[in-house]
């Protein structure tokens, strides 16, 4: 088992950063693929970003350029780096973990362990 704890949500103003904090317990997940996921209010849960366990990192096309995900085997834990922010990435950012490395992965059904959300709000 596999309990993600996510942090670094806030208030910024457009054009600002956030960097968002995904720490893991339980399991190392050095081996596993982790994703961030966002959801707006009254949309579907989205692919943000995702590192595999070999540190191959992909994005959504809305935040490549903008938008890092890393991670620090050390400390368990993978980060998303946002700068450019914009109104539009206002949602709860998620992290989840997929233990068996799907290639690709971007979809929710792919990834078994997920974190409880938290807020990222982008004021213009």
């Known amino acids: 088992q596999v309990q993600l704890v996510e942090s670094g949500g806030g208030l910024v103003q457009a054009g600002g950063s956030l960097r968002l904090s995904c720490a893991a317990s339980?399991?190392?997940?050095?081996?596993?693929?982790v994703g961030w996921f966002r959801q707006a209010p009254g949309k579907e849960r989205e692919f943000v970003a995702a590192?595999?366990?070999?540190?191959?990192?992909y994005y959504a096309d809305s935040v490549k350029g903008r938008f890092t995900i890393s991670s620090d085997n050390a400390k368990n834990t993978v980060y998303l780096q946002m700068n450019s922010l914009k109104p539009e990435d206002t949602a709860v950012y998620y992290c989840?973990?997929?233990?068996?490395?799907?290639?690709?992965?971007?979809?929710?059904?792919?990834?078994?362990?997920w974190g409880q959300g938290t807020q990222v709000t982008v004021s213009s």
């Open positions: 590192i595999t366990w070999s540190d191959h990192t």
């Open positions: 339980g399991r190392t997940f050095s081996s596993y693929t």
């Open positions: 989840a973990a997929d233990r068996a490395n799907t290639p690709g992965a971007i979809m929710n059904y792919e990834y078994e362990y």
